[in-house]
C-alpha cells in the first residue's frame, strides 16, 4: 500500500508533575524538541517538516497556541501544521506525520508538544464547552462525567463493579511505580481505592488520571532514510483512525449503532491497523499495549476494542493477573498508562513513544521481556475520536 | 535569581451561536410542555430534534412528539465542584423518552442523595421516570428536568 | 522502492457563503456544504474514504471544533482529522494523505464562521502571547496595517482607500467579513473517469516562520518566498513564472499588491480575478482556502494549455506561515 515504511527513531520525554513554574509554554514545548532531537541523535536541521499535537486553545490561554511555538519548535521556515483531535491529538498528530514521510515527500519529521492542563483552573469547564450549544451546555457535562456514565453502564451490561475498576488502578499505579517519568507513582491498593472520594460516581479520584504538565517527541523517519544512516528504528506496522457519533444519547437502546458502555468504533480502529500489520489474532500475536484509558473503567473497554478480551471478560482475565508486568498475555500499560499520566496534548504521543522504547528494549525497569509487536491507541472527544497503531521492532511477518 | 512570576489571564469571549430552525422548535416546545424529536431516513427519532442525521449522514424529516415519560439508560451522581457548574450532589441521566430512539440528557431532581448506595439503586438502568417542565421557562435546555415516577 | 509521485485531482468544490448566517447553525451549514459537494458528484459519505476538517475554536466558540464538525461533515465511521493551524492545511493534508495511498479519495473542509462570535476582533486578541503583546493588543488588522505601513516605506503606494482604519489601511484595503464553509474532494489517479477531474494538484507549498513580529521582516514575505522554493526545488515546472493566475488572501489589498513586486511572474498573470479581498467576505482561518477553492475555479476561464493556477493563503499575524497550491487543468506541463 505504500511506497517505504516509517519509523520511530526517537522518543523524549519529561518527568511529568503537577506544575511547571520554571518555564513558559513555549520553553516546554522546546523541551519537547529537544529531548526528541537528542534521543534520536540528529539536529534540527536534519528535519523536514514538523508537525504539532496541541488540543484546546482554550486550556494553554493562547488562540491558535501553535504559532507561538514554532521557534521553540525549531520549526521556523519548515513545513508546520497542527493536528487538534481532542485527546487523541498526540496520536493523531504521529499519524499525520506518518503520511508526512509515507507520501514520500519527507524523510524526517518531528512530531514534539508538551500541555500543562493544571495551569488553566477552570480546565472541566473549558472542557464543559465542548459539548453541543444548544442542548448540552446547560447541563454540567465534562469529560468526568462522561467517562462516568459509560463506566455506569459498562458495570450494568456485564454485571461488573467498582472492584474491577480498582483493580485496573491498582495494577497501573504499580507499573508507574517502575516508571521514572510518570506523575502518579506511589502505590495503591484496592482498599484506598475504593475509599477516594467519589467525583461522579463511579469514578473515584483514584480511578481517575491525574492533570499533568510536561513535554515529549518523537522523531519519524522513511526507511530510505533509516538505510542510508544504519538506523534500527522502531516500525510502525499498522495504523487506523475511526469516529463515532458525537451524540452520547445515540449509543443507548435498542437501535444505537454501538453501545456507551463499549468501544465498537476503537475496535474499527484497531481492526483497520491489524490489516494492514497483518495481525489476526491480537491475543497470541501482540507483546505489550500502550492504550490510552485515563480512567480505570475505560481501561476495562479498550482492552476488549483491542481483541485482547471478550466483552466483559478484562475485568476476570485482570483478577487472574493477565495483563501486568510479569503476568500472562498481553502487557497493558507497563508505563502506568494516561491513568497516571495526562498531559492532554502528548498523551497519546507518549503512547507512540513507550511502545516504541518497549519493542526496541528500551524500557528500563518497566520492559516486557522479549516485547517484539506493541499496540498503542489514543482517544479523543467524548469517546469519539480513535487513534489506533501497531508498532513492531522488524520488517518481517509478525 | 528573580523569583517566578505569574500573570493571570481570562478569556471572556462573548458569542451569539445561531441554533438553527430545528433547535429553536425544540427548545420553544420545551416552552409548551413538549419534546420533539426528528425522524431519519432510516426511521429512527432523534431526540433532542436535530435537522441531519450523523449517522446516515441524511437530513431528518417529520416532527415527532415523543412521550413526556421514559426510562433511564445511563446516569451519574456528581460530586465534585467545577468552576462554572453547579453546586454538588446533583444527579445527571441520560433517558429514553416514549417514542425516542436516543436518549436526552438532563439533570434528575427530587431525589435524596445523601446516601449513595441508596441513590444509585432508586437510579438503576431501566428505571422509569418523567419529563418536568420550568414553569418560567427561558427557552433552555435548562427549561425541564427528570423526576422519578411515583 | 521507489514508485514516482501519484496524480492526485480535484474532483468537485463547492462553498456556502453568507454575511451572517442566523438561520441556520454551524453544524448544519457544514452538513449542508459537505452534501452539497457530494450531491454534485452523484456520491454520498459512503464513498468517501476519509476526511481533513480545519476549524478555529475562538471564532466559533466550540472547544475542540472536531467534536460537533464531524458528524455533519460525514466523519461518523471514518478517519477523520482536524489540522488546526489553517484550513489550507487541511487541503494539504488531505493531497499527503493520498500520496501516501491511503484510500483513493478524502472530503477536505474548512469554514470559520465569525458571525457567532460578539466580537471576532477580540478573539483574534486571544492568539496574542499572554505576556506582552495581549496588554498592548494585536490582532489581524492591527498587524496588517504594520506590514503595509512598512511595505509603503519601501516605495509601495498607498492606496486611495478612504477612513483610515489603521494607517495606512482604509475600509477598501481590508477582507470583507463573512460566514462560509467549503468542501472539496480530492481522488487519485486512476480511481474517477479521466475527464471527470476539475484540477490537478501539481504541488503544494508551506512554512510558518517566527511568531514574534519584532523578530522578523514583516514586510519581507519570506513564508511565502520558502513555500514557493519548496514548490520550486521539487516541481520546477510549477514555480511562480509559470503561473497563469494567482488567487491569494491576504491581510490587506497590500499583501495582493506586493506579490507582483516580490515574486518572479509571468507577463500578464491574473490576481485575484474573482474579486477584490473587500469583495469577498471570508475570514483569515479559511481565506487561504477560499482562495484556493476560486483558483481551481479560474482554470476554466483560462485557454487549454495555459492554466496553471495559484492559490495562496497565510496563516498568523503579518503572513507569518503561507500556503502555496498549485493546480492545473491537464496533467503536468
Not at chain 1, 515504511?5 to 522518543?11: E, L, P
Not at chain 1, 502506568?336 to 507512540?352: D, K, S, Y
Amino acid at each position: 500500500m505504500t511506497l517505504d515504511n516509517v519509523g520511530i527513531i526517537g522518543f523524549g520525554q519529561s518527568k511529568f508533575v503537577k506544575t511547571r513554574i520554571d518555564v513558559t509554554f513555549p520553553e516546554l514545548v522546546r523541551e519537547g524538541a529537544t529531548m526528541a532531537l537528542e534521543n534520536a541523535e540528529i539536529s534540527i536541521d536534519d528535519v523536514d517538516a514538523v508537525v504539532y499535537p496541541l488540543a484546546p486553545d482554550a486550556l494553554i490561554g493562547v488562540g491558535n497556541g501553535e504559532r507561538w511555538v514554532i521557534d521553540a519548535l525549531g520549526a521556523v521556515g519548515k513545513p508546520f501544521m497542527r493536528v487538534n483531535n481532542g485527546g487523541a491529538t498526540g496520536m493523531s498528530a504521529v499519524l499525520t506525520a506518518w503520511t508526512h514521510i509515507a507520501s514520500g515527500l519527507f524523510d524526517v519529521v518531528l512530531v514534539a508538544g508538551a500541555d500543562r492542563v493544571s495551569e488553566s483552573s477552570s480546565a472541566q469547564s473549558v472542557l464543559n464547552k465542548m459539548w453541543d450549544v444548544g442542548y448540552e451546555r446547560p447541563v454540567p457535562l465534562n469529560t468526568i462525567t462522561m467517562l462516568a456514565l459509560s463506566a455506569q453502564r459498562y458495570m450494568h451490561l456485564y454485571d461488573s463493579d467498582e472492584t474491577d475498576m480498582a483493580m485496573v488502578s491498582v495494577k497501573n499505579r504499580y507499573h508507574a511505580s517502575l516508571n521514572p517519568n510518570a506523575h502518579l507513582q506511589s502505590t495503591v491498593t484496592i482498599e484506598e481505592v475504593l475509599a477516594s472520594r467519589t467525583l461522579a460516581w463511579p469514578i473515584k479520584l483514584m480511578d481517575a488520571c491525574p492533570a499533568s504538565t510536561g513535554a515529549a517527541g518523537l522523531v519519524l523517519v522513511s526507511e530510505r532514510y533509516a538505510k542510508k544512516n544504519g538506523l534500527k528504528p522502531a516500525w510502525i506496522r499498522g495504523l487506523g483512525q475511526n469516529s463515532e457519533t458525537y451524540w452520547m444519547g445515540n449509543r443507548v437502546g435498542p437501535k444505537a449503532m454501538g453501545d456507551h458502555a463499549d468501544a465498537d468504533a476503537l475496535a474499527v480502529a484497531f481492526q483497520r491497523a491489524y490489516d494492514q500489520a497483518g495481525i489476526t489474532n491480537p491475543r497470541e500475536q501482540v507483546d505489550v499495549a500502550e492504550i490510552y484509558a485515563p480512567f480505570s473503567s475505560v481501561e476495562l473497554h479498550v482492552i476488549e476494542a483491542a481483541g485482547i478480551a471478550d466483552k466483559g471478560k478484562s475485568p476476570a482475565a485482570l483478577a487472574n493477573g493477565d495483563y501486568t508486568l510479569g503476568g500472562n498475555g498481553v502487557t497493558v500499560n507497563p508505563s502506568g498508562g494516561t491513568q497516571c499520566t495526562n498531559p492532554i496534548a502528548v498523551t497519546g504521543l507518549i503512547r507512540v513513544g513507550e511502545a516504541a522504547n518497549q519493542v526496541l528494549g528500551l524500557a528500563g525497569a518497566h520492559q516486557v521481556k522479549g516485547a517484539r509487536v506493541a499496540i498503542a491507541s489514543a482517544i479523543g472527544g467524548d469517546h469519539q475520536f480513535y487513534s489506533t497503531m501497531v508498532i513492531c521492532s522488524d520488517l518481517e511477518e509478525i | 535569581m528573580t523569583e517566578a512570576k505569574f500573570y493571570e489571564q481570562t478569556w471572556d469571549l462573548q458569542y451569539k451561536h445561531a441554533l438553527g430552525e430545528t433547535t429553536s422548535r425544540f427548545l420553544e416546545g420545551l416552552t409548551q410542555q413538549k419534546i420533539w424529536g426528528r425522524r431519519t431516513t432510516d426511521g429512527r427519532v432523534l431526540v433532542p430534534a436535530r435537522s441531519y442525521d450523523d449517522q446516515t449522514h441524511m437530513p431528518t424529516g417529520e416532527w415527532v412528539e415523543v412521550g413526556n415519560s421514559g426510562t433511564i439508560e445511563m446516569f451519574t451522581i456528581v460530586y465534585e465542584p467545577f468552576k462554572g457548574l453547579p453546586v454538588p450532589p446533583y444527579a445527571l441521566v441520560y433517558v429514553l423518552l416514549e417514542g425516542a430512539d436516543t436518549a436526552l440528557v438532563g439533570y434528575l431532581k427530587g431525589l435524596d442523595l445523601k446516601n449513595q448506595k441508596d441513590a444509585i439503586a432508586a437510579l438503576g438502568i431501566g428505571t422509569k421516570v418523567y419529563v418536568h417542565f420550568s414553569k418560567t421557562p427561558v427557552g433552555s435546555a435548562a427549561d425541564y428536568w427528570f423526576e422519578l415516577s411515583k | 522502492m521507489e514508485n514516482s509521485r501519484k496524480r492526485v485531482a480535484v474532483l468537485a468544490s463547492a462553498g456556502l457563503l453568507g454575511n451572517f448566517e442566523n438561520k441556520k447553525s454551524l453544524e448544519e451549514i457544514i452538513f449542508d456544504a459537505s452534501k452539497k459537494v457530494l450531491d454534485s458528484l452523484g456520491l454520498t459519505i459512503e464513498d468517501i474514504d476519509s476526511l481533513v476538517l480545519a476549524g478555529q475554536d475562538e471564532i466559533d466558540g466550540r472547544v475542540i471544533s472536531i467534536m460537533p464538525s464531524t458528524g455533519p461533515a460525514g466523519g461518523v465511521g471514518k478517519d477523520t482529522t482536524l489540522i488546526a493551524s489553517s484550513s489550507d492545511h487541511a487541503l494539504i493534508y488531505g493531497y499527503l494523505r493520498l500520496l501516501a495511498g491511503q484510500g483513493k479519495n478524502v472530503l477536505v473542509m474548512g469554514w470559520a464562521k465569525p458571525s457567532e462570535s460578539v466580537d471576532p476582533d477580540r478573539a483574534e486578541l486571544m492568539s496574542c502571547e499572554p505576556f506582552l503583546l495581549r496588554r498592548i493588543g494585536m490582532n489581524n488588522t492591527i498587524a496588517a496595517a504594520l506590514q503595509a505601513s512598512k511595505l509603503v516605506s519601501q516605495g509601495l503606494e498607498t492606496s486611495n482607500s478612504t477612513g483610515k482604519l489603521a494607517w495606512p489601511l482604509g475600509d477598501r484595503d481590508l477582507p470583507a467579513r463573512g460566514d462560509s464553509v467549503y468542501a472539496l474532494v480530492l481522488a487519485v489517479e486512476g480511481s474517477f473517469t479521466p475527464g471527470d477531474e476539475i484540477a490537478w494538484i501539481e504541488d503544494a507549498g508551506w512554512t510558518t516562520m517566527s511568531y514574534e513580529l519584532g523578530a522578523r521582516d514583516i514586510n519581507d514575505f519570506s513564508a511565502l518566498k520558502i513555500a514557493i522554493e519548496q514548490i520550486s526545488n521539487r516541481s520546477p515546472h510549477a514555480t511562480s513564472k509559470n503561473w497563469h493566475a494567482i488567487e491569494i488572501a491576504g491581510d490587506s489589498e497590500y499583501v495582493v499588491r506586493s506579490v507582483s513586486r516580490e515574486f518572479e511572474l509571468k507577463s500578464g498573470v491574473e490576481i485575484n480575478k474573482s474579486g477584490a479581498l473587500a469583495d469577498l467576505p471570508t475570514s483569515p482561518f479559511v481565506s487561504g482556502l477560499a482562495r484556493m477553492v476560486m483558483a481551481i475555479d479560474r482554470i476554466k476561464h483560462l485557454p487549454k494549455g495555459g492554466n496553471m493556477v495559484a492559490g495562496i493563503g497565510f496563516n498568523g499575524f503579518a503572513g507569518q506561515g503561507a500556503a502555496v497550491v498549485v493546480f492545473s487543468g491537464s496533467k503536468g506541463e
